[in-house]
């Protein structure tokens, strides 16, 4: 399977560790949503949506992938979309604004890449 289509939609003031929202098209066939970008301990990686009304002591993901390789496909094409977006909302607005945020290492990528 291709993925044809990335789309991300950032927390724009996060409160907890999701900072973004995303869906994936495969193949132009499949659209897989409620994925979810959030920030760890050892940085960004992307979470798969779980089942509401599951009831037992551990997360079950509605879907996810099977393999090694497709999931890091997967998640590169999310994390650069990811960092695509986040890169526009800091240039469109003020990147000094963003510097002690949770986007403070875009803002000075786009502060260093300007000067």
């Known amino acids: 399977m291709e993925i044809t289509s ?5 927390v724009r003031t996060p409160q907890g560790k999701v900072r973004a929202f995303a869906r994936v098209a495969l193949d132009d066939e499949l659209q897989l949503t409620a994925l979810r970008v959030y920030e ?4 960004l990686f992307v979470s798969y949506p ?3 009304s599951y009831t037992g002591e551990e997360y ?3 879907f996810f992938p099977l393999t090694r390789d497709f999931r890091e496909k ?14 526009e ?7 000094l604004t ?9 803002a000075k990528e786009v502060l260093e890449e300007t000067s």
């Not at 909302?89 to 990147?95: A, C, G, K, T, W």
């Not at 963003?98 to 875009?106: F, I, Q, S």
Request: net charge negative; charged share 30%; glycine share 8%.
């Open 40 to 43: 760890g301990r050892k940085g």
């Open 98 to 106: 963003h510097l002690n945020g949770p986007y403070g290492d875009v």
């Open 60 to 62: 079950r993901q509605l």
């Open 6 to 10: 990335v789309d991300v939609y950032p």
């Open 50 to 52: 779980n089942d509401p």
């Open 89 to 95: 909302i800091v240039i469109d607005e003020n990147p």
């Open 74 to 87: 997967l998640e590169v094409a999310v994390l650069k979309k990811y960092h695509e977006a986040i890169k």
